[in-house]
């Protein structure tokens, strides 16, 4: 059965997405190879250091700009990462200096919120909704 390895973001600057996902987010390195004017960055979860990989891909081809602009205007997130607790995420993030585009809210079995990651894209974070029992 087919598995993921790897998901690519687009992001404007690779150093600057780099600190933003490692630093702020909390994601960990894993390859970072220089190519050409660009490279060959991924990502993974500090939780899961053997699992799928994000790739930090420079925005550069000439579809890449329409698509993302497109999405951003519509408040469309490009992916969305799983987290313990969205409300506690949020909390944390924004005390970082995150610009959230969309507060917690819960829709169904989820809570979400989105994000601005400051490298062209928004980003959605999701937890299981808490139980009305809870």
């Not at 809570?111 to 959605?124: I, K, P």
């Amino acid at each position: 059965m087919p598995r993921i390895q790897l998901s690519s973001i687009y992001v404007d600057n690779q150093e600057k997405a780099l600190a933003f996902y490692t630093d702020v987010l909390g994601f960990q390195l894993k390859q970072h190879v220089p190519v050409g004017a660009y490279a060959w960055i991924t990502l993974v979860s500090a939780d899961d250091p053997a699992g799928p990989e994000l790739v930090l891909e420079p925005a550069a081809h000439k579809a890449v700009q329409p698509y993302r602009r497109a999405l951003y205007r519509d408040r469309i997130p490009v992916t969305s990462f799983a987290v313990d607790s969205v409300d506690a995420e949020y909390e944390r993030l924004r005390e970082l200096g995150v610009r959230f585009m969309q507060k917690p809210t819960t829709t169904g079995p989820v809570t979400v919120a989105v994000l601005d990651d400051t490298c062209g894209n928004l980003v959605q974070i999701a937890s299981p909704a808490a139980s009305p029992d809870a």
